[in-house]
């Protein structure tokens, strides 16, 4: 279990982290989430103790993280980059022996993870020759070799084409079953809200919202529908019945009044519009994720 | 420790398979050499081949004698060094005699000419005239010659001993030989000495300049692609510091190895001479504590560099302090004693060039050798942990480069 206590760390007069507590637990995934500078980089260094915190405490089951624990940590920045003219083998076996590893073992894992990420043939090739999202797969494999109790993955999705994406996905489900604690850090809302059963949303260096993801699903709670259509539908500022709405192509999400029964509101706009489909929704972690942020600005 | 040796063993091995080290591995010293060596061969080579040169002996008392007195200089297998030209015509005043030589050695006719002529106060004046005025060794042999011809002379004037004549001509030279311990001797002469120190010094800049560049230029790397934050996350940076300057003192220590190799080569091939490595063993420990101490500083200064410009501009003032001692190599040689030198000798930054210069002009002291063992060692020491502390904030520090304050709150924390 990885707990994080009353972290606060500044910057001459800017508050990167402004008293943050968390608790993440093994065996799930542990979404951190939030805008652009809003302390999450700040918040991993602390955890990985490249930056001592002014104040607060991380525990790694029970245990302070010092260099003790450093080979129990994996961690994957979210700036890529290695030894451009090194080869594969030497800068994977060089990371995986600063992790406390030794010769034949790192052997044997390299070997298995090049298979299971299906790059086995650049083993000897150099960084430089691999294409990019092949470069981060090696920066993915030197983040889990040593199999690490704790592992940090910032943005891990982001340079990866759709079929990568579900292959690193799946590769982070099956670490999950050996009981590992994985932190999350992206603002891919979509994968986080597939991926994470906890979350915790930072803005400006300060918690926003933080729990279980169904739980904070219930507890924004509201009256969602989605539909797609076909033509003009500006009439929604007008309804009263509409608290808020985001449009993406052709589709509409919107969040009613709690009064308001979904099937009248279809009635109203079936009238204006053509609707392809319609349906009764939870909000997604996007919504939540937006509406926090700027209910916050407010 | 142990990452730290990790980290030692994967910067020595990636930086001597590039391609980098490998061509100055060979070209450092092919460098050296062609500086350093060639112009001593040159200078003192013989040369190879008769030259001529004119006599326009405007008192027309010396012309046969003095020929005969520099024809007595011979080369390689028995040939006269010099063809003996008379420019000397009857009918033709002064002026006009001058001037047709001049042209004649313009028009590389000859080499040059010796002009002898008597002026105002009725004294000799000799002058060797030709394009270049660099040969000293010509000039030398004709002044031997004609102050031969002169004492000649007038002992044959006087009546002398005509054995009394070869006794005079018969000069003694002062040869310098410096020692070491009672009875035994150093090599002689100021050349030897002054290549010998002059290498060593180059040899010990130019490692440490190009291994310096290096690191700074590998850290900036592992800077600006965030690899740094992987390393911090898997050893301390103390770890990190100590295992660079292994790697790079290792590395360090394989070129001085190839370069000796190089050098008894040479010796073997006699291009320098035996006694430019006596006292190996106190510069070999000068040249590794300089290096090491150099690095260090090199390390913690260049972990606060985030460009490529920045990068240049700390190791060049860096690279500056080091050059520094060179200035005083020249006056080093000719007194070794000299405040300026004593006291250069006990600065840690100039510390190892200046001693590597006085191990090789003079003897010195045992326990000024242990004194200044002593002061390099704690200053590494030193180093080593203010470029710890600057290194654990400099490869986090992104953006322009740190003030001179916000370096000092990091020495406090």
């Known amino acids: 279990m990885l707990e994080v206590k009353n972290l606060v760390k500044t910057y001459g007069n800017i508050t990167a982290v402004n008293n943050l507590s968390f608790t993440a637990k093994p065996g799930k995934i542990f979404g951190m989430l939030g805008p652009n500078g809003a302390g999450k980089t700040t918040t991993i260094r602390t955890i990985l103790n490249i930056i001592k915190p002014n104040s607060g405490e991380v525990l790694l089951n029970q245990r302070a993280v010092t260099k003790d624990l450093f080979n129990s940590i994996g961690y994957l920045p979210e700036e890529r980059g290695l030894y451009k003219k090194s080869k594969v083998n030497d ?26 990420l299906e790059i086995p043939h650049y083993k000897e090739r150099k960084i430089e020759e691999l294409s990019k999202g092949n470069q981060q797969k090696i920066q993915f494999i030197s983040a ?76 924004f709670g509201g009256n969602h529908v989605k539909f797609g ?32 029964k979904p099937e009248l509101f279809l009635k109203k706009i079936i009238e204006k519009v053509s609707i392809k489909h319609f349906s009764v929704i939870e909000p997604t972690l996007n919504k939540i994720f937006i509406d926090s942020i700027k209910n916050q600005k407010i | 420790m142990k990452k730290a040796f990790t980290v030692a063993k994967w910067e ?85 005699l001058i001037k047709h030589a001049d042209q004649m050695v313009i028009e590389s006719r000859i080499d040059g000419y010796i002009l002898i002529r008597q002026d105002a106060e009725d004294s000799i004046k000799v002058e060797y005239r030709s394009k270049s005025i660099g040969n000293f060794q010509d000039v030398a042999r004709f002044e031997e010659a004609f102050n031969n011809l002169r004492i000649k002379r007038k002992l044959i004037e006087e009546n002398a001993n005509p054995a009394l004549v070869e006794f005079i001509k018969n000069k003694v030279n002062v040869n310098q030989i410096k020692i070491e311990k009672p009875g035994e001797e150093g090599k002689s002469g100021f050349e030897p000495v ?25 850290m900036l790397e592992e800077k600006s692609n965030r690899l740094i934050e992987i390393l911090i996350s898997s ?107 004593k006291v250069l000798s006990y600065i840690p930054f100039t510390l190892p060039s200046v001693m590597i210069l006085r191990v090789n002009v003079s003897p010195i002291p045992l326990w000024e050798i242990a004194a200044t063992f002593l002061i390099m060692i704690l200053s ?6 203010v470029s710890a502390k600057i290194f654990r904030f400099g490869i986090l520090y992104y953006g322009k480069m740190p003030t001179l304050n916000e370096i000092k709150s990091w020495l406090k924390e």
């Open chain 1, 91 to 116: 800068v994977i076996t060089y990371l995986a022996n600063l992790k406390g590893m030794h010769g034949h073992t790192i052997k044997a894992e390299l070997d298995k993870w090049l298979k299971k």
């Open chain 1, 144 to 219: 889990v070799i040593h199999n690490p109790l704790l592992l940090i993955l910032d943005e891990p999705f982001s340079g990866f084409d759709p079929i990568n994406q579900q292959l690193i996905k799946d590769v982070i489900l099956d670490l999950l079953d050996n009981g590992k604690i994985i932190i999350l850090s992206t603002h891919q809302m979509d994968t986080a809200e597939k991926l994470c059963s906890e979350i915790l949303l930072i803005n400006e260096g300060k918690e926003v919202l933080s729990g279980e993801l169904s739980e904070i699903k219930k507890k």
């Open chain 1, 229 to 260: 259509y076909e033509g003009d539908i500006r009439f929604l500022n007008e309804m009263d019945e509409v608290i808020s709405f985001d449009i993406y192509s052709n589709t509409a999400e919107v969040h009613l009044k709690d009064e308001v």
């Open chain 2, 12 to 96: 020595f091995f990636e930086k001597i398979k590039s391609k980098a080290f490998i061509i100055s591995l060979f070209l450092t010293p092919a460098i050296i050499i062609l500086f350093s060596v060639l112009p001593t061969l040159l200078a003192t080579k013989e040369s190879d081949s008769t030259k001529a040169v004119g006599i326009l002996d405007l008192t027309q008392k010396y012309f046969s004698e003095y020929k005969s007195e520099i024809e007595q200089y011979k080369i390689g297998g028995n040939f006269p060094a010099y063809a003996i030209l008379n420019n000397y015509k009857e009918d033709l005043s002064s002026d006009s």
């Open chain 2, 194 to 218: 002054f290549f010998s120190s002059i290498i060593f010094i180059l040899l010990l800049m130019m490692m440490i300049i190009y291994s310096g560049q290096m690191l700074v230029r590998s």
């Open chain 2, 235 to 341: 050893c301390t940076p103390k770890d990190l510091l100590f295992g660079k300057v292994f790697g790079l003192s290792a590395l360090g220590l394989t070129q001085i190895i190839v370069w000796l190799i190089i050098g008894i080569s040479l010796i073997g091939a006699a291009l320098i001479p035996m006694n430019a490595f006596e006292n190996i063993h106190l510069i070999f420990i000068y040249f590794i504590l300089g290096f090491v101490f150099y690095t260090t500083l090199f390390v913690g200064v260049g972990s606060i560099v985030s460009t490529e410009q920045e990068a240049q501009q700390i190791t060049s003032y860096l690279s500056l302090l080091l050059v520094l001692p060179t200035v005083f190599i020249i006056s080093a040689l000719q007194n070794p004693e000299s405040t300026i030198i």
């Open chain 2, 380 to 385: 590494i020491i030193i180093v080593v942990n």
